[in-house]
């Protein structure tokens, strides 16, 4: 059963940074994709950035250039480093590897 369990969520001015880490257990990771996404409240749950099997990355156009995802097979975990970030940014941050998601993390930009 694959578990996903993310950290680094917090509270951060905008123009601030933050690193995010979701750590998987119960899968071979080295063979998945893992995807970032994010709920704002009161909104729907959106795609944020994938990394493949392989190392390919995308992003979404409103994080590109600011965001990168990356991924450290030997420690079974994938990191969403955030830069420039703007209070659109906020809300609750899950990472996925199909069909299991994670619990999530707040992100909180203020202005």
């Known amino acids: 059963q694959v578990q996903l369990v993310e950290s680094g969520g917090g509270l951060v001015q905008a123009g601030g940074s933050l690193r995010l880490s979701c750590a998987a257990s119960?899968?071979?990771?080295?063979?998945?994709?893992v995807g970032w996404y994010r709920q704002a409240p009161g909104k729907q749950r959106e795609w944020v950035a994938t990394?493949?099997?392989?190392?390919?990355?995308t992003y979404a156009d409103s994080v590109k250039g600011r965001f990168t995802i990356s991924r450290d097979n030997a420690k079974n975990a994938v990191c969403l480093q955030m830069n420039s970030l703007k209070p659109e940014d906020t809300g609750v941050y899950y990472c996925?590897?199909?069909?299991?998601w994670g619990q999530g993390t707040q992100v909180t930009v203020s202005s």
């Open positions: 996925r590897i199909v069909p299991t």
């Open positions: 119960g899968t071979i990771f080295s063979t998945k994709t």
């Open positions: 990394i493949s099997s392989g190392g390919t990355t």
